[in-house]
């Protein structure tokens, strides 16, 4: 993977600044941009050099990064693990160097959870708990059958495995409400419209979409539009994370209701690495605040927006 090393005056050595290694998923949706903007800036406001690693998705690309960083001998390895699953041998190599590592945004399925220090991040399983919710009361009372299409995050991801697991029990208090495709889209915008155009085509009759994330409903949009349909209208459109463009899609009446992922988990994640560093004792869960967002709420919101 690329490493850009952010560190000033370079020369190797740190002096007694705390050096992180950070080994990043990758560049999939606008959520993950303003996530790796927020980790960059926070290290640099806690005088902490950064060496920055990006897997462009890849789990043996984050594997080697995580090596590597454990070559250089950084002090403290963190990381965002692209799905949930095979960590053990890595995570096992960082302690026996001595290296404590942090995870940020998503869990490892690992037994042994003396591997990490701490886990930062949100409670997905909630929100997709939120999501179902949310248009289980939408059709409180009616008694016709709805058909949902899912457009999922990351197959084997944190994300994509609780925002399914969450949705489906919330939902399952009302029989009529029936998820009729379910596919992943990776978290991409281009995967979300190509998968939606495929859903279009098969289902012929299609209530309400789910999407993981912003960008695939952004893209699933796309395709909505092109199929000459109205989204927010004839599709009703749920997703999850609330940047920017998610905001805007919903403000303007396209998409009907986001729950809330924050990417801002830099300073905390910076807080805990001197912990960390420091020998102090860390939380082993640290969990996000996140709300939830209507139409009206954006539209209210988006001025002061900061991602
Ligand atoms: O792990 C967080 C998820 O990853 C975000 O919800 C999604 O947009 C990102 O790609």
Redesign the pocket.
Known sequence: GSSDDSAKGGDGGSGDKIVLGFSQ??A?????TA?TESIKASADAAGITLKFANANGKQEQQIADIRSFITQGVDVIAF?PVVTSGWDAVLKEAKDADIPVVLT??AVDSQDTSLYKSFI??D?KLEGKKAGEWLLKQYEGKNEPVNIVELQ??TG???ALD?QSGFQEAIKANPNLKIVKSQTGD?KRADGKTVMEAFLQSEKDIDVLYA????MGLGAIEAIKAAGKKPGTDIKIIT??A?KDGMTALAAGEINFIVE?S?LLGDQLMQTVKKVKAGESVEQRIVTEETTFTQEQAKEALPTRKY
Do not use: I
């Not at 993981?212 to 960008?215: L, R, S, V």
């Open positions: 998923v990758g999939e949706s606008g959520w993950r996530n965002s945004d998503r991040g949100s997905f995050g990351t991801s944190a994300p925002r978290f993981h994330n912003d960008d999850v994370d940047v992922c990417p």
